[in-house]
């Protein structure tokens, strides 16, 4: 399912599918180096950098743009698990070097259908509805 989504998607803030590794248990799947690890990485485990607001509206940005690029499939791709463990970082971020969001994990992605009524999710991480 993942490689479906991956293999129709092309922008500039979705983690770039390159190939698949098949002669191992489980399948690798093989994307873009993202050299700045994930969001939640930089938020919790690198205190010693501050984002700017300049910064944090580029993520907002970033994110919204790879959102609406998937809704506008038709029918849309829905990702269904949104968090920053699966917004990855082009580079790593600095006072000058700007964030560079990449939307990662499509696994839980699916293509609407007319009644999408399971919740899925990351448990953590989901709206309460």
Known sequence: RE????????HDH??????????????????????GGSLFE?????QHIALSWAQRLKVLQ???????????FDPPIIHRDLKSLNLMLLHPVSDQV?????????????VQERMMTQGVGTKHWMAPE
């Open 98 to 110: 700007p964030p560079h969001i990449k939307l990662a994990d499509f696994g839980l992605a699916r």
């Open 14 to 35: 979705i983690l770039r599918f390159l190939g698949l590794v098949r002669d191992v248990e489980p399948l690798r799947i093989v994307t873009e180096y993202c050299g």
């Open 42 to 46: 930089l938020l919790h485990h690198r």
């Open 3 to 10: 490689l479906m989504v991956l293999n129709e998607v092309n």
């Open 62 to 72: 970033d994110t919204a743009q790879a959102m609406e690029y998937i809704h506008q």
